[in-house]
């Protein structure tokens, strides 16, 4: 596969009750981890990426533990996952049409106390 150019991952928590019959402790249990990213256009060797099927995005609790996976669909560029609160990292890696990974981008932590 010609790798896909890495990444630019965006992060940002939010967390609360959004329904107007709930009620939340100030510190709920619960926290969304929203994450985004740019999608590439070229491969690694300068050429067009014309078949992205999709991205995964993977965090952990740990910089070294990276062991939960989201599958997004190709045509999303964001992810919105209920976590239980704490510090995560995420790393988004793209995946093209014949099942072949990118390279994984930087990892981004993300705060959500």
């Known amino acids: 596969m010609?790798?896909?150019?890495?990444?630019?991952?965006?992060l940002a928590a939010c967390g609360g009750a959004s329904d107007q019959n709930a009620t939340a402790a100030p510190h709920a249990a619960w926290a969304t981890l929203n994450v985004s990213w740019t999608?590439?256009?070229l491969n690694v060797d300068g050429t067009a990426l014309t078949n992205i099927a999709s991205y995964r995005v993977?965090?952990?609790k740990s910089i070294d533990t990276l062991n939960?996976?989201?599958?997004?669909?190709?045509?999303?560029?964001s992810a919105a996952i209920p976590v239980p609160r704490g510090t995560y990292f995420v790393?988004?890696?793209?995946?093209n049409a014949l099942g072949e990974?990118?390279?994984?981008?930087?990892?981004?932590?993300a705060d959500l106390r």
Do not use: D, E, M
């Open 2 to 10: 010609k790798r896909a150019l890495p990444l630019i991952v965006l």
């Open 39 to 41: 999608q590439p256009t």
């Open 91 to 95: 790393s988004v890696t793209t995946v």
């Open 101 to 109: 990974a990118s390279a994984p981008s930087g990892i981004a932590t």
């Open 58 to 60: 993977t965090y952990g």
């Open 68 to 77: 939960k996976t989201v599958a997004v669909p190709f045509n999303q560029l």
